[in-house]
T-cell receptor
């Protein structure tokens, strides 16, 4: 089954404690992306990757890092999480027609 | 800068009534346009997409949308609402004029369906 998986689905952490949210896709897509979803703001793009070792900032990259060492994986790293990063995060991969396939989401709470 | 505007953060219709969710975009060239749906506690899934072929696009679950270049609109419609249509709907734009690889989403419209 074609899918995008994310882990963990839920995470509660404290300010400053480094965390990583994993994302993996099995569709051999070159393009992957991370979004955060906040009420009234829709989805905002954090980072995207056009292929292995090629990443670029989206609209809200501050406080986040990404890496793309393998085509299937695109982890999101929060080196020093802060409460304003409490949000619902989605990973997505995209095919050649620009259609995106989303993971189930990771709900992050930073206290 | 590219933008997407969804008119109405909440829309309420009766079961069996017409559904109309509005989306306007800003673009100097026709982009790729999408409608995604998000059911509670789930990720987004594609309803339909416009990629410069037919201007009237049919999607899943009886939804359709019409690309109107003169109005820079891509409104989503469904002739008869069903209770299962209650969800949040997002309009999105992508393509060369969004920086090549970015996707811009609207703020979303939550659809309520009354029995």
């Amino acid at each position: 089954e074609a899918q995008v998986t994310q882990n963990p689905r839920y995470l509660i952490t404290v300010t400053g404690k480094k965390l990583t949210v994993t994302c993996s896709q099995n569709m051999n897509h070159e393009y992957m992306s991370w979004y955060r979803q906040d009420p009234g703001l829709g989805l905002r793009q954090i980072y995207y990757s056009m292929n292995v070792e090629v990443t670029d900032k989206g609209d809200v990259p501050e406080g986040y890092k990404v890496s793309r060492k393998e085509k299937r994986n695109f982890p999101l790293i929060l080196e020093s999480p802060s409460p304003n990063q409490t949000s619902l995060y989605f990973c997505a991969s995209r095919d050649s027609s620009y259609e995106q396939y989303f993971g189930p989401g990771t709900r992050l709470t930073v206290t | 800068a590219q933008s997407v505007t969804q008119l109405g953060s909440h829309v309420s219709v009766s079961e069996g009534a017409l559904v109309l969710l509005r989306c306007n975009y800003s673009s100097s060239v026709p982009p790729y346009l999408f409608w995604y749906v998000q059911y509670p506690n789930q990720g987004l899934q594609l309803l339909l997409k416009y990629t410069s072929a037919a201007t009237l696009v049919k999607g899943i679950n009886g939804f359709e949308a019409e690309f109107k270049k003169s109005e820079t609109s891509f409104h989503l419609t469904k002739p008869s609402a069903h209770m299962s249509d209650a969800a949040e709907y997002f309009c999105a734009v992508s393509g060369q004029n969004t920086g090549g690889f970015k996707t811009i989403f609207g703020a979303g419209t939550r659809l309520f369906v009354k029995a």
